[in-house]
């Protein structure tokens, strides 16, 4: 019985530790053969030369994780995406959060022949990011 316990909170601990990402791309631009993402950059302001690629968005949701991890999450995605598109840049349009759901729990307490109930709440959040996928051509 123990063993099935520790299991349990194991896989719950592990489940959570995964952050759920997903991405994708409308190509606007000509696309490059594939970079590691490593390579590609995040860019507030255009560089003075660049090519549009494409639109780029990503999410990220983890119950558990910190919005800075989500953040983070959310923009390794976004470059993943432009990376797959050959883009070397990134121009970072928005991040924000999203609402992925409610997570509430309810408890009912009957007494005589009436039962009553209590809800709590609570609301969960992920982070999307935007942004036009770039190439900015090597300053020789």
Do not use: W
């Not at 992920?126 to 020789?140: D, L, N, S």
């Amino acid at each position: 019985m123990k063993m099935v316990k520790i299991l349990n909170v194991l896989f719950v601990f592990l489940l959570s530790a995964c952050t759920l990402t997903r991405g994708s791309s409308v190509l606007v631009g000509t696309s490059r053969p594939s970079i590691d993402p490593a390579q590609v950059r995040l860019y507030t302001e255009l560089p003075i030369k660049y090519e549009k690629v494409a639109l780029l968005s990503a999410d990220s949701r983890n119950d558990l994780a910190s919005q800075q991890n989500l953040t983070n999450a959310a923009i390794e995605r976004l470059k993943k995406e432009a990376a797959k598109l050959g883009a070397n840049g990134i121009l970072l349009d928005g991040i924000g959060n999203y609402e992925v759901g409610t997570t509430g729990i309810i408890t009912a307490n009957t007494t005589g022949s009436y039962t009553f109930g209590t809800f709590g709440g609570v609301t969960r959040t992920g982070k999307a990011a935007t942004g036009v996928a770039i190439f900015v051509p090597e300053e020789h």
